[in-house]
């Protein structure tokens, strides 16, 4: 074709996620791939009585177009439920409502980045971030990351370091891929090395009120005392994804930047879904809806892990997250996962290969499950299926010395 595109598309790649989901869409596929809530978690008649409250009472509001920072109503909302539930001191003028946090990250690239900025991040990280950001041709820096979070040594190393520095991107809460939460020492470590290079920090925190045990923790954003954290937040796994909704909070310096870049973007998000939400969170307790998503995820979760240690041979490890949607799995050093997933898939059982989430590569024998998804007893069948290809994959490695690259170029 001789059209002739950006440079920047050379970066623009196809979400390995969402070409995968295309794969596992048959039924009798089990399908770990995805992090799409329970579906049977959607409040489908209180939004049907909402949406026709809405159209009666404010149709003509509902359908028009409507400020670029967002609904006022739902802006304040937000506010008071970021500050009772995460003990910040977030004001409604600081929150600016986007198509989804997808859109936050993608902003974030357009105001921070030039081609060639550093972008640090946790190792693994977030796909959809690394998708979003490497559009604008930044250089990504993996941080050192352990079961208590980004190290501080080493975020520190690197920041001294790398004289490119813009961005600095977390999840401190139930990481996506790993499932991990940061220690409250971690949180407080991280915020004084950001405060001495005075970088900022995008905070992404879709899944912190998913929990299912333990006493939360504050979000980075809650520890920010100069203003330095761009917080990200959605309704996507507090109530239903298919309405986009999502926020960003931030000095409000910082979110009249962000209020120009939408307006390049796409003019404002949705009136009428930001209108059906906020009557929804106004009328109703959104801590139930929470409360329901839980109780549905939480046995899932549990039969999760119970089908890994029953099933996977020696030499495999893998998280146990206390919330969020996935856990994480590191396999042999011999096996590479997407050499697993094409054969997984002839059995009709699909994940996703944990080397898409490192934005320089490598790591390939590793693995994140979702298990928010699907029943329990197909949880159980799906593992037990994984398992059966795994073992017969590490034997045939085992036996044969050579991986499948090394045996291709032979």
Known sequence: MAVRFARRMDEVRASEIRELLKLTQRPEVISFAGGLPAPESFPVEALAEVTGRVLRQHGAQALQYSPTEGYPQLRRWIADHMNGTFATAVSADEVLITSGSQQGLDLSGKLFLDEGDVVLCESPTYIGAISALRSYRPRFVEVATDDDGMVPEALDAALAREEAARLVYVIPDFQNPTGRTWSLARRNAFMEIVRRHRIPVIEDCPYAEVRFEGAPLPPIKALDIDGLVIFLG???????????IGWLAAARPIVEKYVLVKQGADLQTATLAQMQVAAYVEDRDIDRNVERACAIYRPRRDAMIRALEREMPGGVRFTRPSGGLFLWVELPEQVNARELLAACLEHEVAFVPGGSFFPNGGHENTMRLNFSNMPEERIAEGVRRLG????????????????AAEAAAV
Do not use: N, Q, W, Y
């Open 234 to 244: 959605t309704f996507s796994k507090i109530f239903c994804p298919g309405m986009r």
């Open 388 to 403: 059966v290809v795994l073992r017969e994959l590490v034997g045939r490695a085992d036996a044969d010395p050579l991986t």
